[in-house]
């Protein structure tokens, strides 16, 4: 059964600060690894995917890596901003479910301070 | 283009109760899926339709179901309703199977 995880749970830096975000999975068998952003009692906002035969995508000041081998993917946010705080959350899309059944980590609520 | 509707947006019931909760699909979308998110918990899949045909389920009873429509709206039914029903139920569509998921600001369910 594929478990996913996230380290930390939750994380308060300082603005302007480089950070990761850190998702594990026990599972190497994806299709791909998606990362969501979740504002406060709102629905997702998909971030970046990556495809299980890439390593790494990036989208402005974002950057997430995928080491299927490993079960490791990270989130990197350059230059944090108070308008980046929220909870981040990854998720996998197993390689043996026929539908589009996502497996999601727990998140990881994200403070970033003025 | 549109993004991905529910509604309603919250909604208190009591235990035992049925309720049904609504989701517009993105322009072009025919694939949908549900999720549950208890609080402080990742989203959980509950089912995923397919034109109009359930094609995968997660560990959830029968008492969930659900229907999409040929016009790719989607419905979520829940029966004898729990308290740890209590969650936001989000809706997803996506453009086909394998593509991005579209998430909708879901529908937050209280049951007491």
């Known amino acids: 059964k594929q478990e996913v995880t996230q380290i930390p749970a939750a994380l308060s830096v300082p603005e302007g600060e480089n950070l990761v975000l850190n998702c594990s999975f026990t599972d190497s068998a994806i299709y791909n690894l998606q990362w969501f952003r979740q504002d406060p009692g709102k629905g997702l906002t998909s971030l970046l995917l990556i495809q299980s035969s890439q390593r790494e995508q990036t989208s402005g000041r974002l950057n997430a890596s995928l080491d299927k081998s490993s079960g490791r993917s990270t989130l990197y946010i350059a230059a944090s901003q108070p308008g980046d705080s929220a909870t981040y959350l990854c998720a996998v899309r197993p390689f043996d479910q026929g539908a589009q059944k996502l497996v999601f980590g727990q998140g990881t609520r994200l403070t970033i301070n003025p | ?112």
């Open chain 2, 1 to 112: 283009e549109t993004g991905v509707t529910q509604s309603p947006t919250h909604l208190i019931k009591t235990r035992g109760q049925q309720v049904t909760l609504r989701c517009s699909s993105q322009s072009g979308h025919n694939t949908v899926s549900w999720y549950q998110q208890a609080l402080g918990q990742g989203p959980q899949f509950i089912f995923q339709y397919y034109r109009e045909e359930e094609n995968g389920r997660g560990n959830f009873p029968p008492r969930f179901s659900g229907l999409q429509f040929p016009n790719y709206s989607s419905e979520l039914n829940v029966n004898a309703l729990e308290l740890d029903d209590s969650a936001l139920y989000l809706c997803a569509s996506s453009l086909e199977i394998g593509s991005p998921l579209h998430f909708g600001n879901g529908t937050r369910l209280t049951v007491t």
